[in-house]
């Protein structure tokens, strides 16, 4: 894990694992407790929110269609649908295959990010609280496929892990065009 200051947002393509935490309780009641053995779950719990970087109509929790320059860095987070309601995700490892499509992942960790937050004695405006803001960052280094193991944690509000688990996604990487 890095903590670089130094990282900009805006050279970036930023994507966003959505996970439905709530459901995926429900379907494993009881998860894995162990980080080196996470359960593995099936489809429809990982939604994928990524802009103008996500090709057609966006990606699912098997496959994610991605457009982007050689040597484009993408940041990864994972959020409940919820937010910081009564669960959290966290993803605490990423595998990549051998294609050579991605490069091997780091966390970084950007320290003291104002988050802001209403301000429930005048809610139009807008206090700030700091936290850390914590991604993976991957590089797209050629065309082609490339299979990606994501682990991740579910956490109740008192930072208890409820479950350890992982999804394979299959990410193809198209080379962005020349404007």
């Given at each position: 894990m890095s903590t670089d200051t130094s990282v900009s947002a805006s050279g970036a393509a930023h994507l966003l694992l959505i996970v439905d935490a709530e459901t995926?309780?429900?379907?494993?009641?009881?998860?894995?407790?162990?980080?080196?053995?996470?359960?593995?779950?099936?489809?429809?719990?990982?939604?994928?929110?990524?802009?103008?970087?996500?090709?057609?109509?966006g990606?699912?929790?098997d496959a994610?269609?991605?457009?982007?320059?050689?040597?484009q860095a993408f940041h990864l987070r994972g959020r409940t649908i919820a937010l910081r309601a009564e669960h959290s995700v966290l993803i605490y490892k990423i595998a990549i295959g051998a294609a050579g499509v991605l490069s091997q992942p780091e966390l970084l960790v950007?320290?003291?990010q104002d988050i802001p937050a209403l301000d429930l004695e005048n809610p139009d405006q807008p206090i700030c609280h700091?936290?850390?803001?914590?991604?993976?960052?991957?590089?797209?280094?050629?065309?082609?496929?490339?299979?990606?193991?994501?682990?991740?944690?579910?956490?109740?509000?008192?930072?208890?892990?409820?479950?350890?688990?992982?999804r394979e996604i299959e990410v193809t990487l198209a080379e962005q065009a020349a404007s």
């Open positions: 995926l309780l429900s379907r494993y009641p009881q998860p894995s407790q162990d980080p080196d053995d996470p359960t593995a779950i099936d489809l429809g719990f990982i939604f994928t929110l990524g802009g103008a970087h996500l090709a057609g109509a990606g699912t929790d994610l269609n991605l457009v982007a320059s050689i040597g950007k320290p003291g700091q936290a850390d803001d914590h991604f993976w960052r991957v590089t797209h280094l050629k065309p082609g496929v490339e299979t990606c193991e994501i682990s991740f944690m579910l956490v109740d509000t008192q930072c208890q892990v409820l479950g350890y688990f992982k």
